[in-house]
């Protein structure tokens, strides 16, 4: 039997493994002030909200945009900026998965599976985009430290901090409830993942009290965010059983955590027969897994949705993989290429190619020149406002124009309105024109004897929109009437 190495040893092997969490978090870093990719619709919304501070927004709650608020008061609204956050937020989450690990198991454990959530391709594509689930994560990690803790021994301390996190991560995106059904769920089948009741009713309390506001944003918006969320989530009564969505969602798993670490997972979710850590881990994971495979039967349902379990199955998948030497290198060569390369493409969104076909990160790509050509086409004809009913063309109008001078607005609608625009900034009454910029086929539906003028169109010939764009000078009565 091999001797279990002494303290300074085992010191040693967490110190290196927290600075390989620190190298790659430098290496995102470095790259950030080359990247060449326009905010994509969601970081453009997220960036804008960061610019209206409250309580909620139409499809999230509000922690990242406060983030990205705090982010660009201290350096200014770049993209650098912008995106600075997410890597260093993933590495927090990677030193607590790491804590994580050497509480549950030791030191070497924690090190591995410090490095191994740094590296996974899930937060490799998540430190380079704007998300809602990259605070949740590092919110639902220390929670789940803070419940290994207090399962430990009783401390006011680590209850508060239960508590916060849960409420925090509340405040980031709502699939924090996970946490808290799983913790449940984890203590009523295994004594060691049990707390006081003192402390789980502190925690609740902190959780509640960190949450109120937000809950009373939506009660005074007409509870906006749950709406959306519901709506997004498919429980309605049109949802279909389905098991076309099966398959595409577990194979995004594996591409979350990469195929090897999750396949570790997947074969080491039997020892959770035997309780003790691989239960614990089990349980904070795989009930996230199955409630969003029974999801997937009715509607679509997307990878990330599940990105919370992936805390405890990176854990998990790296108890699995410690002593299969092999299998290790191998998982951690696959990931780290990706951790490696993604940062690269971005470098060259604008050029990287598929062969001689489209680009590779065309989605990500053409928005600012789209902004800045409406915004040409409204100064030569004179119109001070830009309208549109296109949530994707309105996002990056309100980042890229934001200097412009001109007035931003969303076509008005009717009914419960489809996006944060058309709820905080629709058009209004007035008099005169506006441009109307669109990839509808269809003009706006005016009032009789109110015909729009198109002054503009163009088709893109690469990035997010291959769709003919209109440019179309329209009065305002066109929506309210003479």
């Not at 509000?62 to 982010?71: C, Q, V």
């Not at 419940?147 to 508060?160: E, F, T, V, Y």
């Not at 992936?310 to 790296?318: D, E, K, P, S």
């Not at 200097?403 to 609608?413: F, H, I, K, M």
């Given at each position: 039997m091999r001797p279990s190495p002494g303290p300074e040893a085992q010191a040693r092997v967490f110190r290196l493994g927290l600075?390989?969490?620190?190298?790659?978090?430098?290496?995102?870093v470095a790259l950030l002030p080359f990247d060449r990719a326009d905010l994509y619709v969601d970081e453009a919304q997220y960036w804008f909200w960061g610019q209206e501070l409250a309580w909620g927004?139409?499809?999230?709650?509000?922690?990242?945009?406060?983030?990205?608020?705090?982010?660009?008061?201290?350096?200014?609204?770049?993209?650098?900026?912008?995106?600075?956050?997410?890597?260093?937020?993933?590495?927090?989450?990677a030193v607590l998965v790491a804590l994580i690990g050497r509480r549950l198991a030791d030191a070497r454990t924690g090190a591995l599976a410090g490095v191994g959530f740094a590296t996974v391709p899930g937060v490799a594509l998540g430190s380079l985009l704007v998300s809602t689930d990259t605070p949740m994560l590092f919110c639902f990690a220390l929670a789940m430290?803070?419940?290994?803790?207090?399962?430990?021994?009783?401390?006011?301390?680590?209850?508060?901090?239960?508590?916060?996190?849960?409420?925090?991560?509340?405040?980031?995106?709502?699939?924090?409830?996970y946490f808290p059904l799983a913790a449940i769920l984890a203590a009523l089948l295994m004594p060691r993942a049990r707390i006081s009741w003192r402390d789980a009713g502190v925690a609740a309390?902190?959780?509640?009290?960190?949450?109120?506001?937000?809950?009373?944003?939506?009660?005074?918006?007409?509870?906006?965010?749950?709406?959306?969320?519901?709506?997004?989530?498919?429980?309605g009564a049109e949802a279909r059983l389905s098991l076309g969505g099966m398959p595409e969602f577990w194979g995004g798993q594996f591409a979350v955590s990469g195929p090897i670490l999750f396949a570790a997972y997947l074969a080491g979710l039997p020892r959770a027969r035997g309780g003790g850590v691989a239960g614990y881990l089990a349980l904070m994971s795989a009930p996230i897994f199955l409630a969003l495979s029974a999801q997937a039967l009715r509607a679509e349902v997307n990878a990330n949705?599940?990105?919370?379990?992936?805390?405890?199955?990176?854990?998990?998948?790296?108890l699995v993989l410690r002593d299969r030497r092999g299998w290790l290198i191998a998982s951690f060569a696959v990931n780290l290429a990706v951790t490696i390369a993604l940062p690269l493409t971005t470098l060259f969104a604008d050029s990287l190619r598929f062969g001689s076909g489209d680009l590779l990160l065309a989605r990500y790509v053409g928005r600012a020149d789209v902004s800045r050509r409406a915004a040409e086409i409204a100064r030569r004809e004179g119109l001070d406002t830009l309208v549109s009913g296109d949530r994707a063309i309105l996002a990056d109008f309100f980042y890229t124009l934001r200097?412009?001078?001109?007035?931003?607005?969303?076509?008005?609608?009717k009914g419960f309105p489809?996006?944060?625009?058309?709820?905080?900034?629709?058009?209004?009454?007035?008099?005169?024109?506006?441009?109307?910029v669109t990839r509808s086929l269809d003009g706006p539906a005016?009032?009789?004897?109110?015909?729009?003028?198109?002054?503009?169109?163009?088709?893109?010939?690469?990035?997010?929109?291959?769709?003919?764009?209109?440019?179309?000078?329209?009065?305002?009565?066109?929506?309210?009437?003479s």
């Open positions: 600075a390989g969490i620190a190298l790659v978090t430098l290496w995102r927004y139409y499809s999230k709650p509000p922690l990242i945009g406060w983030i990205l608020r705090l982010s660009t008061a201290i350096g200014g609204d770049g993209l650098f900026w912008i995106r600075l956050p997410l890597p260093l937020i993933h590495a927090g989450t430290l803070a419940q290994i803790q207090l399962a430990a021994r009783r401390s006011p301390g680590w209850a508060l901090t239960l508590g916060a996190a849960v409420g925090t991560g509340m405040l980031a995106k709502y699939a924090m409830i309390l902190v959780a509640l009290a960190v949450l109120a506001p937000n809950l009373w944003w939506n009660l005074d918006n007409g509870f906006t965010t749950l709406r959306h969320t519901a709506e997004n989530a498919s429980l949705w599940a990105a919370t379990a992936h805390v405890a199955a990176v854990v998990l998948g790296i200097d412009s001078g001109l007035v931003l607005r969303a076509e008005p609608t489809p996006h944060h625009y058309a709820q905080k900034h629709p058009l209004t009454p007035g008099g005169g024109d506006v441009l109307l005016c009032a009789p004897g109110i015909t729009p003028r198109e002054v503009a169109r163009w088709t893109p010939t690469d990035g997010y929109s291959k769709r003919e764009i209109r440019a179309l000078r329209v009065p305002r009565a066109c929506w309210f009437g």
